[in-house]
Nanobody, 114 residues
Framework: QVRFVESGGGLVQPGGSLRLSCAAPGTGRIFSNYAMGWYRQAQGKQRELVASISSGGNTNYADSVKGRFTISRDNRKNMVYLQMNSLKYEDTAVYYC??????WGQGTQVTVSS
């Protein structure tokens, strides 16, 4: 099992930006084969997929974040990123990255508040 490590969350005002990072320690060259996703879970709600990127770099986004969030990956560093712009109150959640494994990391908290 791979345990991903998320970072970059914080408190931001509406309209602000954050860049989340996801590290995949110990995956080596296998990482480039993973399709990766960023998920979020708001308090009292189910975890949802907000963005995904295939091994070949194709991306998909939930309608709620389309045009505001950008997912990217750096296979040389075994990293995945989520650039979040024009943040809204409803983006407040704990954000996780995963590649379909059953084990989840600690996540990183994003709070959008004035």
């Amino acid at each position: 099992q791979v345990r991903f490590v998320e970072s970059g969350g914080g408190l931001v005002q509406p309209g602000g930006s954050l860049r989340l990072s996801c590290a995949a320690p110990g995956t080596g060259r296998i990482f480039s084969n993973y399709a990766m996703g960023w998920y979020r879970q708001a308090q009292g709600k189910q975890r949802e997929l907000v963005a995904s990127i295939s091994s070949g770099g194709n991306t998909n986004y939930a309608d709620s974040v389309k045009g505001r969030f950008t997912i990217s990956r750096d296979n040389r560093k075994n990293m995945v990123y989520l650039q979040m712009n024009s943040l809204k109150y409803e983006d407040t959640a704990v954000y996780y990255c995963n590649a379909g494994f059953t084990t989840w990391g600690q996540g990183t908290q994003v709070t959008v508040s004035s």
